[in-house]
């Protein structure tokens, strides 16, 4: 009975631990809705800790193509992301036609982007952290010049 | 109740070093959160300046543009921008002496000169001034054309456009003006208005537009 008790707090603690791990850096959210006929509905919550670990297994080569192709972008989203972080939440881009509606915003450590059209909805939450992970990797891996 | 008691023991050992074991967890977890508030308050304590930019227009769609960008993020982000012109956030003026006008001994002069109106061109589709006035520059152009009526006033504090020149010859250090910029109080900048659009570019130390 006891050892029971021992595994189940051991299979708990474990879970917990893992689960802690797995959403400390919070959650990547996308949220498509086609309103047309036959549109799709994506709704994806991806705890943000994979993509890092993710980003190790992928082969470089693949790393190398995407750094080569965002040689002058990665920087600068890298250089942004990282100030963005010191900020407080901010409204910082907001268009609006009458027909379709963009945001883009940072709330509560992650960056937030709204778009409203007729017919598609989309919304993207993805954690900075994640962000400054994913552009500092690409970084990393760029060929030299 | 003697028999109890090594279970008992064991029990609770095992549920102290559980406690233990996890106890880092929470405490990390309140410390990302302290981190995270204690960064918004930091941040919304210090007075960061912000720089806003809105466009409205009244065409047929009506669309409204609105940006708004910490100056500080601006300094620091400018400098990884390498494109055309612009690098390490200096960009590159081959027309620094446009049509004979030396701008950077024109700007010298400007800072050197008491305050004044410098140009007032008043014309059948233009009026142009140009003036200094309590350390600012301020240019104010009317396009009184039937089809435009545009009015474009933009008001530059004297240290910015000091600093927007402080660079090496042919060049405009836009950093550097940013950073001036950062010392300045709350002010209108740019306002374009016409028929059709307004467009208005301010700096205050609000992180939305009103």
Excluded at chain 2, 42 to 56: E, P, Q
Excluded at chain 2, 91 to 119: F, M, Q, T
Aim: net charge negative; hydrophobic share 40%; with cysteine.
């Amino acid at each position: 009975m006891l050892f029971l008790a021992k595994a189940a707090l051991g299979l708990g603690g474990t879970i917990v631990l893992a689960g802690a791990y797995t959403f400390h850096e919070g959650v990547i959210r996308v949220d498509v809705d086609e309103s047309r006929e036959g549109g799709s509905h994506v709704h994806m919550w991806v705890p943000a800790a994979a993509v890092p670990m993710a980003m190790h297994i992928i082969p470089k080569r693949h790393f190398m193509y995407a750094s080569e192709h965002g040689r002058d972008f990665v920087p600068l989203a890298r250089a942004i992301v990282k100030e963005l972080k010191k900020f407080p939440d901010a409204e910082l881009i907001e268009v609006d036609d009458g027909t379709q509606h963009v945001r883009i915003r940072t709330h509560e450590g992650k960056l937030q982007i709204d778009e409203t059209e007729p017919g598609q909805d989309v919304h993207l939450l993805i954690p900075l952290s994640t962000l400054e992970d994913v552009t500092s990797q690409l970084e990393a891996n760029a060929p030299s010049a | 109740m003697t028999s109890l008691t090594p279970s008992f023991c064991k029990k609770a050992a095992l549920i102290t070093a559980a406690a233990v074991v996890l106890s880092p967890i929470g405490a990390w977890a309140q410390t990302t959160t302290d981190k995270t508030s204690s960064n918004v308050a930091t941040a919304s304590a210090k007075g960061d300046r912000w720089l806003h930019v809105r466009v409205i227009s009244t065409d047929g769609k009506g669309e409204t543009v609105r940006v708004n960008v910490p100056l500080e993020m601006a300094e620091k982000v400018l400098p990884a921008i390498n494109h055309d012109r612009l690098h390490d956030g200096k960009v590159k003026i081959d027309c620094a002496h446009a049509n004979d006008v030396d701008l950077r001994a024109l700007a010298e002069a400007i800072r050197n000169s008491k305050d004044g109106e410098y140009v007032t061109v008043q014309g059948n589709d233009n009026d142009v001034r140009v003036a200094k006035q309590s350390n600012y520059l301020i240019v104010h152009v009317l396009d009184k054309t039937k089809s435009k009526k545009q009015q474009v006033e933009i008001k530059v504090p004297m240290k910015v456009v000091d600093a927007l020149f402080s660079a090496g010859k042919d060049e405009l250090d836009l950093v550097a003006a940013l950073h001036a910029l950062s010392a300045q109080g709350d002010t209108e900048l740019v306002s374009v208005k016409d028929q059709e659009n307004t467009v208005r570019v301010w700096l205050d130390s609000k992180n939305v537009t009103e």
